[in-house]
């Protein structure tokens, strides 16, 4: 076949053309179907499963996630109630409401034994925080280093919570003594009904 003689094909009687032209218009008709197909159905196709592959990538990483917890499921319930138990020690260090009063005894009585004078002793109004009160004492003694240092070391050893805060220490004219000013301060575990239930 030549290439004039392609000028001379009918196109409403393809059936009469010859072999060449007619595998040639079927090959056409075929990769154009197939591009059609592609581009209506494939296309689209091939964009959901990107976003299914990605998705899958995903859930693969939350999966992995999910199952390294769940293999240390008993390790962190055991560090769980380690904590809760912690908690449960560190509360019982706060006093309740008629427990201060004791406190307060206590600390005066811990710087009477280490020898020293007080010349104030000012327990402040409570700062309520959120689920304790903070108790602050002003106190100013009388003494030497030595006599300090043991009053200091008796607040440390008792069995409930004080810190001290704002510690100033200075001569007295004219006697061998010192004063020392500072703020003690203690805490008081505060309940339900005075927390609003907010815990």
Known sequence: MKLSDLNELDINNIASWPMPARAFVIALVFVG???????????????SLQQAEAKEQELRQTFETKAKKAANLEAYEQQLAEMK??????????????????????????????????ELFKPQ????????????????VKGDYHEFGNFISGM????????????????????????????????????????????
Do not use: C
């Open 33 to 47: 179907v197939l591009g059609l197909g592609y581009w209506l159905d494939i296309k689209d196709q091939r964009a």
């Open 85 to 118: 138990e912690s908690f449960g020690a560190m509360l019982r260090q706060l006093p309740n409401k008629t427990e201060v009063a004791e406190l307060l005894v206590d600390i005066s009585q811990t710087g009477l034994a280490s020898g020293l004078e007080f």
């Open 125 to 140: 109004a409570e700062v309520p925080k959120e689920f304790y009160a903070e108790l602050p004492i002003s106190i100013r």
């Open 156 to 199: 440390a050893a008792l069995p409930r919570i004080v810190t001290v805060h704002d510690i100033n220490i200075e001569p007295i004219k004219g006697d061998s003594k010192l004063t020392m000013d500072i703020l003690a301060k203690t805490y008081r575990y505060m309940d339900e009904e005075e927390t609003g239930g907010a815990q």
